[in-house]
């Protein structure tokens, strides 16, 4: 893997994350944590997702 495909698949990961912890937590705070908020973190679930997954799969050559 590339030094630039990993720099940007690990601030991807991080990113996602810490909006989905963010998000979640500002929903928690204010009371408003339901399936509404729960359908908006999912696309940032999935990217985190996706990246880690790309970021840990094994070179197959």
């Known amino acids: 893997m590339s030094k ?4 940007f698949l690990i601030t991807l990961v991080i990113l996602a994350g810490g909006l989905t912890v963010a998000v979640g937590a500002m929903a928690a705070a ?8 729960a359908m908006a973190l999912l696309p ?8 880690l997954r790309a970021l840990t799969a094994k070179d197959e050559k």
Do not use: E
């Not at 630039?4 to 720099?7: K, L």
């Open 4 to 7: 630039t495909r990993f720099i």
């Open 30 to 37: 204010a009371g408003k944590l339901d399936g509404q908020v």
């Open 44 to 51: 940032l679930v999935m990217l985190a997702s996706i990246a």
